[in-house]
Each structure stands twice: as structure tokens, then as C-alpha cells.
């Protein structure tokens, strides 16, 4: 499976279809123009496949919901995971995934990379997050396997990930190699507890992590390239027979351990289908021939080639089938009602974590200052998010006289130098603090002590728009609300909560200490 480049099909991607028997495509933000271009660029990728090839292509994504979702405008973007696990319902981890099947269903997709069901029991992991359900290996497990029902009736196949489990990490695979040290007990009572629901469900495609596991491989190599972890332990013990797919090859934990090629050999052998190589043309090349290569030398087999080339096959042709049945279900991308849903659910999950000095809801007749936290760059997962709706603008609309600053999500000295000379001018009687992963932002954190110093000043409400977590930079008697995402539709959900236009409904998924 590889990426490529661009709103249109480049030469060397038809070169691959054609000559290499390519099979498997994956799409990112930078594929994506608009819903037309969307369709038009699936729709050309399969008239390539069926020129040469028997079956169509597998066109992945990942649209996990919330803050990652590489199709972001002009479609009903769900909420993410943790919001789906603060709302306490699981029936909208059912409906999330069939709102956001049937919409990439019709763009011509036909595997999305989700859900996540890693089991975010580490306040400090860096890559999951708000990206998991909560912290309970059986919460986990019911909203995963309800969102994969509702994504396969759609005609999606779905992909758990990352297997056995990257929840429990204080490293960032794209960056390192993370470890998790537990015992064998111990991963089997919660890092697996998903994904043998999962299992259960007949998830189309499980995805591994670049994640050493010294009780499962004690060489210390990582889960993907381990026979233990993905023949001995998914296959054979826990008796699963989908396609397995590799993470990317190209994450430094990977990269700059084996390298992609010897990488793409490995997985293989320890019994991985799919090879996801996302980016470069040369490693992809490179990592193409090195099974090849393997194949020549007789390292792999052609019965493990055919074996995993069936389990490719007939999830295709699954897929194919419950799309053609689905599609009587099917109703316009971005339709009313699913954006309807869609702000009901963000209702029902935005958090009041504390407020004991009773500072909510807001008074509408008192200067307010909100300080949005912008994001600027794009990580390996998040992207940079084109929306116009800040919640300072949502607040007006709904009569607070609000004065917004901005700062960026790690900001400037000049940005909280002109923030501390705004806060002495200025008699703002409520401010509301926008936080953005402060936990992993000295800047941010800086900013939070300016604001300790105006604490007799000014009533201040802090608003955590992505990690829960950063309750810990907090004191116990901090007005604090945790939203989960900083999507347009949370950010109403947010304004009408704040306002006491609804109540605060979310129930914390994880565990929050000072």
C-alpha cells in the first residue's frame, strides 16, 4: 500500500498500478482538494486498476474523527474518540462510524484506518490521546467494536490499530521506538481486551505498532516485525484471520532502526499482508523489490505470498458486496441531519471538570477576554485545520462582548509580552483560557503563570481543546472544562455550555490529578 503526491494521479503511481501489480492506495490531507476532486481521483485510480488488474483497488484514509481527519471540509466531520467516550453512549461510537462510512464510501474510499483502540492509560503518551476512547479496556473495546460495526455496514472496511497496543507509551513512534514493559498478565487484562472484541466484530484489517513488547518478543524487536506478536499472538492464539497491515515504514521507528526495505522483508515474514509505505517513491521502490528479492532467494514462499494475497482478496470482495447494499442507505455528504447529529454528540460530551468557585455559567454584561490558542504546524498526525469559527466568535454570536487574542499553540515571547500589556491595560472581568496540549508546551505554560499573577483580577476559565491532561498544570480550585477537540461543531457546543444555554453532560474517560 503506498501514497503518493498531489490531487491527481502522478506517472510513477500508474507506473506502479501497471508494472508492479500494486493493489493498495492510501490517501492524505495533501490528496485532498474537494469533494469532486476526491471522487474524481478515486474514480481514476480504479479505471487504472481495472485496465491491468482483476480486482479493484483498497483506497485507505485515516478519518479517525476530530482532530485527525484528512478530509476535513465539505464533509460531516465526526467527533473524535475521546468526545465519543465523554458523551457515555455507545451507540454514537456506532453512528459516528456509519455517518463517516457512508460519506467516504461515496468519495470512492473504501478503508478507513480507524478506530484507535489503544487504551490511553498514560497521561504523558505523546501520539494517542484524545485519539483513544478513555482509559477502560472494556469502554474501549464497546465503543471500538460499535464504531466498526457502524463503519462495515457502510461498506468500509474498517482497521483497528495499533496492535497490541500503543496506549500505555511515553515515546511517539513516528519519531522513536516506544516500549511497553508489561507482563504477559497484564497486556491480556488490558492492551488486548479491544481488539479481541474487535476480533469478534470480524474487524476487516488490525494494524500493528512500531512498539517494543519485551514480554511478547523479548529480542526487543518491535511489533511489526515480530512473528510472536503478529503470527504466535494474533494469529494463532487469538485466532484471527483478516489482513493484517503494517503502520507506516517510514515512522522513524522503523526508518532508522531496520530501515524500510529489510523493514518490509520482516513484516512480512512475522506475517503481516499489507506493507504501508506512505511517502517517498524511493523507499518505495526500495522496499517493493526487497520482497521481491526476498521472494528470488526463497526467503518467502509463494504459498505465504497466496496466502495473504486471498486474505486481500476476499475482504475486497466483502467490502464490494456491503457497499452495494449499503448504498439504498446512502444520503448526501454533509447532509443537515448528520451535521445535526454531529452537534448533538459534541453536546453531550463537553466536560465540567471543576468550578468551585462557581464562575459558570458566564455573565453576559462584564468585559470577557477569550485567548484562543492557534495551531500552526502540522505534526505526523495532526495537520493544520483551515477554520474560520474561534470560540471567541462563537461567543459573541451568542451576546458575551468578548475581545479575543490569539497565540499560537507553543507562543511567542512577543505574544505574551503583548498578552501581560493587554492584562495591566485592560479591566476584563472574565477571561477565558483556550489550552492546547499545554502539558507539552512551555510557552504555554509560561502563559498560565502570567495569568496566575491577574488571578485577583479577573475571573479566568480554562478550556482544554485537545488533552484533558493539562489539568495537571491547574489548581484545585481552577474552573476547569475539558472539550476534547477544537472542531467548529465543539466549539457551539462549548459556547452554548459556557453561556448556560445547555448543561454540561461529559463524563470524564480518563483519570485526571493536579
Keep these: 500500500m503506498f501514497g503518493f503526491d498531489g490531487y491527481q494521479v502522478p506517472d510513477h503511481m500508474e507506473a506502479f498500478i501497471r508494472d508492479y501489480g500494486l493493489g493498495n492506495i492510501i490517501l492524505f490531507r495533501r490528496n485532498v482538494d474537494s469533494n469532486e476532486q476526491v471522487k474524481a481521483l478515486t474514480l481514476s485510480l480504479q479505471q487504472l486498476a481495472s485496465q491491468y488488474h482483476e480486482f479493484p483497488l483498497s483506497i485507505a484514509i485515516d478519518q479517525e474523527g476530530g482532530m485527525v481527519a484528512r ?85 468500509i472496511a474498517a482497521c483497528a490499530k495499533h496492535f497490541p497496543g500503543h496506549g500505555d507509551t ?61 503470527t504466535g499472538l494474533l494469529r494463532e492464539e487469538l485466532g484471527y484471520d483478516g489482513v493484517i497491515v503494517t503502520d507506516c515504514l517510514e515512522m522513524n521507528a522503523i526508518a532508522q532502526g531496520v530501515g524500510v526495505a529489510k523493514g518490509a522483508v520482516e513484516a512480512f515474514l512475522a506475517g503481516a499482508d499489507l506493507i504501508l509505505v506512505s511517502h517517498q517513491h524511493e523507499r518505495q521502490l526500495a522496499a517493493f523489490h526487497a520482497l521481491e528479492q526476498a521472494v528470488l532467494d526463497g526467503i518467502i514462499s509463494e504459498e505465504r505470498i497466496n496466502q495473504s494475497v ?27 441531519q448528520s451535521q445535526l447529529t454531529c452537534e448533538q454528540m459534541m453536546e453531550q460530551a463537553v466536560t465540567l471538570v471543576q468550578d468551585e468557585r462557581h464562575l459558570l455559567p458566564l455573565s453576559k454584561d462584564v468585559s470577557t477576554l477569550v485567548i484562543w490558542t492557534e495551531v ?34 507553543e507562543p511567542t515571547q512577543d505574544e505574551l509580552q503583548q498578552l501581560e500589556v ?93
Design 376 to 409: 500552526r504546524r502540522s505534526t505526523q498526525v495532526d495537520e493544520v485545520i483551515e477554520q474560520e469559527l474561534t470560540l471567541g466568535k462563537q461567543l459573541q454570536g451568542l451576546g458575551i462582548a468578548v475581545t479575543e487574542v490569539t497565540i499560537g499553540t
Design 170 to 230: 511515553t515515546a511517539d513512534s513516528h519519531e522513536e521506538l516506544p516500549s511497553v514493559s508489561h507482563s504477559i498478565e497484564r497486556i491480556h487484562q488490558l492492551e488486548l481486551v479491544p481488539f479481541k472484541r474487535a476480533i469478534k466484530e470480524k474487524v476487516e484489517m488490525i494494524m500493528t505498532a512500531h512498539v517494543q513488547f519485551p514480554a511478547l518478543e523479548p529480542s526487543g524487536m518491535p511489533a511489526t516485525l515480530s512473528a510472536k506478536v503478529l
Design 422 to 514: 493587554m492584562l495591566e491595560t485592560e479591566q476584563f472581568k472574565q477571561i477565558i483560557v483556550c489550552l492546547y496540549n499545554a502539558v507539552q508546551s512551555t510557552g504555554q505554560q509560561a502563559m498560565l503563570q502570567l495569568l496566575k499573577g491577574q488571578g485577583h483580577r479577573a475571573d479566568v476559565i480554562y478550556v482544554s481543546l485537545r488533552n484533558p491532561y493539562d489539568y495537571s498544570l491547574l489548581s484545585q480550585d481552577d474552573t476547569y472544562i475539558c472539550a476534547y477537540e477544537n472542531r467548529p461543531a465543539m466549539l457551539r457546543a462549548v459556547g452554548l455550555a459556557l453561556t448556560g444555554a445547555i448543561p454540561f453532560k461529559g463524563k470524564l474517560p480518563v483519570t485526571l490529578a493536579n
Design 310 to 336: 486471498a486474505r486481500i482478496i476476499a475482504m475486497k470482495e466483502r467490502q464490494q458486496m456491503r457497499v452495494l447494499a449499503a448504498k439504498v442507505k446512502f444520503h448526501d455528504i454533509s447532509a443537515e
Design 71 to 155: 478530509i476535513d471540509r465539505h464533509v460531516t466531520v465526526m467527533p473524535g474518540q475521546m468526545t465519543l467516550g465523554a458523551t457515555n453512549e455507545v451507540t454514537n461510537a456506532y453512528e459516528a462510524g456509519m455517518i463517516s462510512g457512508m460519506e467516504l464510501a461515496q468519495l470512492g474510499i473504501t478503508v478507513n484506518f480507524a478506530p484507535v483502540l489503544d487504551v490511553n492509560n498514560n497521561p504523558l503518551n505523546p501520539v494517542i490521546g484524545i485519539r483513544s476512547f478513555g482509559e477502560e479496556p472494556d469502554m474501549v473495546a464497546r465503543f471500538g467494536s460499535a464504531m466498526i460495526r457502524g463503519y462495515q455496514e457502510m461498506g
